[in-house]
């Protein structure tokens, strides 16, 4: 399981894939480096009501796992596929899903990290 903050991008509409098969998409901008990343996620079957009312720069919470897959073309060639596949989203602190606990987490910030003292700071920069 793995979790990460960012901001909604863009949600895409729900693909119908087949009778027992569908999907949504939804982009998440991680801008917690010095390079921004747009980053893809799947929502399957019935979670992809999770992402109903959410808007475009929403900051989110995404709780998703890592899915890896191999694929062989007809042409003999073997290929390799990795999906996110999210099952909880949080928005400001409130779950968008009705199943889940309405309390804010603890959010902690670079600035609860800071040393308050520079004499103890011995870094040249």
Known sequence: MFK??????LVKNEEVISDKFKKREFVLTDASS???????????????????GLQANDQIEVS??????EWTSPQGEVKYFNTLEAWRIEKMGMATSPS??????????????????????????
């Not at 990460?4 to 991008?9: A, E, L, S, T």
């Open 4 to 9: 990460i903050n960012g901001i909604v991008k």
């Open 34 to 52: 010095m390079y921004p990343q747009d980053i893809l996620f799947q929502l399957t079957q019935d979670k992809t009501n999770l992402v109903d």
């Open 100 to 125: 889940q606990a309405m309390e804010t987490p603890a959010t902690t910030s670079a600035a609860d990290f800071s040393n308050d003292s520079a004499e103890d700071d011995d870094l040249p920069f």
């Open 64 to 69: 998703f796992n890592l899915r890896g897959r």
